[in-house]
């Protein structure tokens, strides 16, 4: 069993329960991350055990050498990869990047949702038939 100390916000002062050859933590970090958390951190270190024993081989130093120490061959240029017997697509229509600012999809509100039927209106004096951008009536002016 292991005690959470409390924080300064109120938190923690939680326990856990620690099976460590199930390799088990009731917060649930160890399990879903296959990595000890810092329960088992703590146990450890109370008990003078060795973390590593926790840790799985994968991310051991070996496995890591072991991964790097083939040799890696650069991918050749277009001009020298073999013809294959289908179609390559490298850029389908769907695919690329459209030019602009990306409009954001946001929810609107009830009370936003506009009449398809009634005309567009000026946003400036609220009269139909035109929008801001062509509005013929002449705005305050600045004296």
């Not at 973390?51 to 790097?68: C, F, G, M």
């Amino acid at each position: 069993m292991v005690k959470s100390p409390i924080r300064v916000s109120g938190t923690g002062n939680n326990v856990y329960t620690l099976r460590l050859n199930n390799k088990f933590c009731s917060y649930g970090k160890w399990q879903t991350y296959t990595l000890p958390c810092s329960h088992v951190l703590a146990v450890c270190r109370e008990n003078g055990s060795r973390t590593d024993a926790y840790v799985p081989e994968i991310y051991s130093r070996q496995t890591y050498i072991k991964t790097y120490q083939a040799n890696f061959h650069p991918v050749l240029r277009e001009n020298f990869w073999r013809d294959v017997p289908f179609n390559l697509t490298f850029y389908p229509s769907n695919m690329k990047k459209e030019r602009g600012r990306k409009q954001g999809k946001r929810f609107q509100e009830e009370m936003e949702y506009r009449n398809p039927d009634s005309p567009p209106r000026c946003g400036r004096y609220r009269m139909p038939g035109h929008n801001r951008k062509n509005c013929n009536n002449p705005g305050p002016s600045n004296v």
